[in-house]
């Protein structure tokens, strides 16, 4: 009686180890960041993507604002964080290393094997449960987390690179939109004073030198005002491309440009801000946790992984005729012998730890010497725009004034009216351009300090 209990107690106690280590396989599977992709994602840092981070691919056309006549340039933004495909791919990059760290804290496979002879009169059960030795496991998990974060510091990267985009492609739309404004506005003063010449010429009072001069000028700024409107095809087509629609897609020309501006150029706390929150020297940071946790691993390899299990023999014929059960527990252990595979390994990891720094210290200058010029940009394209609209402008206007009142005295020849005219025309499209570069450079200057201007910086003008 006691020894078929006591076999009794021993298949109870195998079978629940092996149950044990099945079970214990399984729940170390689990994801933890299933639900919550954001798990690996920092709290704070540069945030200006999706609305609420959503999933841009859950986004339909019924949810894209509109781009009319009336259409701010905010709508524009909003439209490519929504639609443009660099950011949706850059996004399913993260979400899928974000599924990596529960893969590598994960238990390898436990292993079940089943042994028996010809007629099955022998019979043997194991189950086995590898265990890496202690703190592997975490380290994998810690190293895959930090790629997850350096992922989504690419997906911000890549997401303030659409927005600086969307700004280039919309101030160069912009830009096309009043120089051809600009451009038949001055065809048709240029037509005016062609009249006005043709007059003096049948009076005699002009020669025929002048009528030919004015001629030729009217012609090619009539050239001129072609060439640009030839252009709005390919500069659709490009602002078109980075909001994710067909190149042939309608886009109306933009109604206004944001007086946006700096009002307090603080560039040691703009370099600041852009040290700490540009994404591209997150990501870089995080991949050096990463290295940094893979070269505390290979320090790990030292140790050997333990293999635990049981085992079942069942053997019906026994010594004499009679049938013998054996139940077992086993204990195995990888012997880490050859050492100088991992003196290698550890070896190989410091060097990459060494380059991750020193490529982030690299990249640290960059970032510097990158908003050094954006904010020289701005403050050239910032004086230039005051210049213009401020004393040249003006200037140029009083001018062509009095060549035209000088020119119907006979004081001047036609030359003088047509510098006058060009020196203008030359002005109001500067003046523009000025207007699109500096609204170009705020964009720079954003996309280098990991997204909007702090309070203080940055304000409407």
Known sequence: MKDKLHIAMRKVAVTGIAAFLLLLAGCAGGNEFRNDPAGVRPRTGPARGPSENRDPAYYGGEDLPDLD???????????????NESIRAAYSRWAAASERPSQARSLPDP????????????????????????GKRALRAEAEKSGALAEYSRYLTQTLDVLNTVRGAYGDYYY???????????????EYFEEVVRRRFEAGLAPHSDLIRIEVESEKLRDRLEELREQRRPRAAALNRVLGRPHSARLPWPVSLPEEGITELQEDRLIDDAIENNPQLLALRHEIDRRGDLKDLAGKEYYPDITVGVMRMEDAMGGMGGGVDIDAAMVS???????????????EADRRLEAGRRTLADAEYGVESALENALFRFRDTQRRLELYRNYL?????????????????????????????????????????????????????????????????????
């Open 69 to 83: 006549e009336d259409s701010p340039v905010e709508n524009y933004f909003r439209y490519a964080l929504e639609n």
């Open 111 to 134: 292993r079940v094997s089943f042994q028996a002879d010809d007629s099955f009169q022998s019979r043997e059960l194991a189950v086995s449960q590898t265990f890496p030795w202690h």
């Open 176 to 190: 096309l939109s009043e120089a051809t404004d600009i451009m038949a506005e001055n065809l048709g003063l240029l």
């Open 333 to 347: 252990i990888n012997i880490p012998l050859w050492r100088g595979k991992y003196d290698a390994g550890v070896r």
């Open 393 to 461: 402008l003006p200037k140029a206007e009083e001018s062509l004034r009095v060549s035209e009142s000088a020119y119907r005295a006979g004081e001047v020849d036609v030359i003088e009216l047509i510098d006058a005219q060009r020196e203008l025309l030359n002005f109001e499209l500067e003046l523009k351009r000025s207007r699109a570069d500096r609204f170009k450079a705020v964009g720079e200057i954003e996309k280098l300090v990991g997204g909007e201007l702090p309070d203080g910086a940055g304000s409407p003008r």
